[in-house]
Nanobody, 125 residues
Framework: QVQLVESGGGSVQAGGSLRLSCAAS????????MGWFRQAPGKDLEGVAA????????YYADSVKGRFTISQDNAKNTVYLQMNSLKPEDTAMYYC??????????????????WGQGTQVTVSS
């Protein structure tokens, strides 16, 4: 059974940084893609970033380009989301997702097969 466990969320002031981690377990093979999503209260789930694990290609939402970086540590089966220059509008529950049915671009939430429970990020002004 595949499990994804996020960590690293918290509260930070605007302009600050956080690094989220997503540890994956239960795979008999490496996931083809891992991504981060976020959902703010009253808003839809938004794709933030994705990394295709074989070649390391990365994709980002326009709202986070230049501020967020997704990376992977294959030895630890862990994906990270480094978030810099945080803004109050980045406040949301952040979710990790893994394994897509179709490869290409920034996958939508419906394309992922596995999800974590989420970690809260709060950015104050």
């Amino acid at each position: 059974q595949v499990q994804l466990v996020e960590s690293g969320g918290g509260s930070v002031q605007a302009g600050g940084s956080l690094r989220l981690s997503c540890a994956a377990s239960g795979y008999t093979y490496s996931s083809n893609c891992m991504g981060w999503f976020r959902q703010a209260p009253g808003k839809d789930l938004e794709g933030v970033a994705a990394i295709y694990t074989a070649g390391g290609s990365t994709y980002y939402a326009d709202s986070v380009k230049g501020r967020f970086t997704i990376s992977q540590d294959n030895a630890k089966n862990t994906v990270y989301l480094q978030m810099n220059s945080l803004k109050p509008e980045d406040t949301a529950m952040y979710y990790c997702a893994a394994e897509v049915d179709r490869i290409g671009g920034l996958p939508g939430p419906g394309q992922y097969n596995y999800w974590g429970q989420g970690t809260q990020v709060t950015v104050s002004s």
